[in-house]
């Protein structure tokens, strides 16, 4: 094939906040906020619309006093909480099973992360990679916008791929300068080290790489300064997709802890509610039977709030990060076509 593009296209916009969700507040209720505070805010928002419904329907109150509606209600919550807890037992052996493994296995992951370690430390000059998953992560950012820096200055001004080379390396440098800044201090195991990760789009990068390396002529110092730039991003491309496994591993381990932890109070509630509740008793009488429902029944559904809140974010980061490499799944961006002869 004969590659050439056919327009001077504009790369896509570089902050995740704005590529991965529609809005901020949708980006923080996604990505950004506490799971803690989410869940919170989900129980906060369940029990007030189960305590609104109740006053709002006129027989509502009558129904739950004179019928058995709460025990149906609470039985079918015994029985999802006895299923959810399961589905945690079952996520536990799936991230147990990726740690398991004969004494070669572990020998051929630890030649691999060593490997790993070097290539990055010989990319980076260092004698030694960085330890820490932001650490490691800024490093290689920063390689790029230096390796962006040594690419612009190595095309002369009157070059006729001057402007793309520069279009290119003050994207490059910009960002790097700026996620480098987000990466300072993450710690990982938080959403601060993944979160600056994917303000870095360089998937984009990469391509536009690649194609000015493949349709331009910029001269041996030049190709060889777009070449190391292209290496730093391919090896960051890996480093990320690698913490950001991690970082799933650590989520589904923090979602199983927390699903056990709120299953126990929610099989209690659904427990009493079905063999000791009273329509007529005292506390009903006080609170009223409508907000004993709605507080048992938010308290019951603790789980799947739980669930719910972590899984979103599980889902939005790998809904957006499906592809490795210079491949652009995302439709608002504007990239350039690429034509080839079809003919053979």
């Known amino acids: ?21 529609g809005s901020r507040a949708q ?22 619309a189960l305590l609104a419904a109740g006053m709002l ?40 099973s990726q740690e398991l493994g004969a004494v070669d296995d572990q020998r051929e992951r630890m030649v691999g992360a060593l490997d790993f370690r070097d290539d990055a430390a010989d990319l980076i000059e260092a004698p030694v990679s960085p330890a820490r998953p932001s650490q490691f992560l800024r490093a290689l950012v920063q390689m ?5 820096r040594a690419l612009r200055d190595a095309v002369d001004e009157s070059h006729p791929a001057h402007g793309a080379v520069l279009d290119l390396s003050e994207n490059l ?39 000015l390396r493949e ?42 802890r927390s699903i056990l932890a709120t299953a126990l109070p929610a099989l209690l509630v659904a427990v009493c509610m079905i063999a000791f509740f009273d329509p007529a008793g005292s506390v009903t ?26 899984i979103v974010r599980i889902a939005t980061v790998t809904k957006h990060t499906l592809s490795i490499g210079p491949f652009v799944l995302r439709e608002t961006d504007r990239i350039d076509e690429v034509t080839w002869d079809e003919g053979g």
Do not use: C
């Open 1 to 21: 094939m004969d590659g050439r593009t056919t327009s001077d296209g504009g790369g896509p916009s570089e902050q995740s906040r704005a590529r991965t969700v």
């Open 27 to 48: 980006r923080w209720l996604l990505l950004e906020a506490d799971r803690r505070l989410l869940v919170a805010g989900l129980f906060a928002g369940v029990f007030v």
């Open 57 to 96: 329907l006129p027989a509502a109150e009558a129904k739950l006093r004179s019928g058995d509606s709460v025990d149906t209600l609470f039985q079918g919550f015994l029985t999802a909480t006895i299923t959810g807890v399961t589905l945690v037992l079952t996520l536990n052996q799936l991230v147990l």
């Open 144 to 148: 790029t916008g230096r390796r962006a």
């Open 173 to 211: 440098i910009g960002d790097a300068d700026r996620v480098a800044d987000d990466l300072d201090g993450a710690q990982f195991g938080e959403f601060d080290v993944l979160s600056a990760a994917l303000n870095f789009d360089y998937s984009w990068k990469l391509f536009a790489s690649k194609r």
């Open 215 to 256: 349709t331009a002529a910029l001269g041996d110092d030049a190709e060889a300064a777009l070449d190391r730039l292209v290496d730093t991003l391919q090896l960051f491309g890996s480093a990320r997709e690698h913490f950001k496994t991690l970082y799933f591993q650590w989520e589904l381990i923090n979602l199983s």
């Open 285 to 310: 009488r006080t609170l009223g039977v409508v907000a004993v429902v709605a507080i048992t029944s938010a308290v019951s559904l603790l789980p799947f709030l739980v669930l719910l809140a972590y």
